[in-house]
């Protein structure tokens, strides 16, 4: 049997949303081996995994509530331990592909901290638009532009520092094929 890997394809750098996936996950585990370069911590470690906390969330919530407990654990078992076990369940979650109802999880968890600051229409759209993305008529893009809208102007830290609302840093973006055939 021959492992599939993410590069199976060059669909995947094509195709916006598997794009965008494979570059989170990438700077994810990008971001997790160069804390164990740099900084391999307790407090590395609580603070990697507070920031990724909704990204896991989407990807695997399995793994996330086995991952939390083993962070917490850093006081009682040597980090050394727990880093590797940490990073297996961590590529575990990051290679599965959201699934639509674990992302509309995670959205909704945002949505809980801005519920009471939103006007009635606006926590209404939000929710028509969390409907449209179920139903397969809008973008994931569009829900998070939307949410990031809303942690800016209500100054949501702990929303700002999640990965799964700013996944990467801002690169040049590849145009999807709407964009490619309007230039041409």
């Known amino acids: 049997m021959q492992t599939r890997t993410c590069f199976e394809s060059l669909s995947t750098i094509n195709d916006p949303v598997a794009r965008q996936q494979l570059l989170t996950r990438s700077f ?32 695997d ?21 727990i880093l590797p076990e940490y990073g ?34 606006e926590r209404a759209h939000f929710l028509g638009l969390i409907e449209d993305y179920r139903a397969q008529r809008l973008p994931l893009s569009a829900l998070l532009t939307l ?18 609302y700013r996944p990467r840093p801002r690169l040049a973006e590849m145009p999807d094929e709407r964009d490619r055939r309007e230039t041409r």
């Open 61 to 81: 919530e399995g793994s996330l509530r086995r991952m939390g407990p083993l962070v917490a654990s850093c006081g009682q078992r040597p980090l050394e331990d």
């Open 88 to 121: 297996r369940l961590l590529k575990s979650a990051l290679a599965r592909t959201p699934r639509t109802g674990s992302t509309i999880n995670a959205l909704e968890h945002a949505f809980g901290y801005f519920k009471d600051r939103v006007s009635p229409p």
């Open 147 to 164: 949410l990031w809208s809303w942690i800016l102007r209500f100054d949501e830290r702990y929303l700002a520092s999640q990965s799964f």
């Open 28 to 59: 994810a585990l990008a971001e997790f081996r160069q804390m164990l370069r740099e900084n391999p911590s307790r407090g590395a470690l609580v603070d990697f995994h507070r920031r990724h906390k909704h990204l896991l969330l989407a990807c």
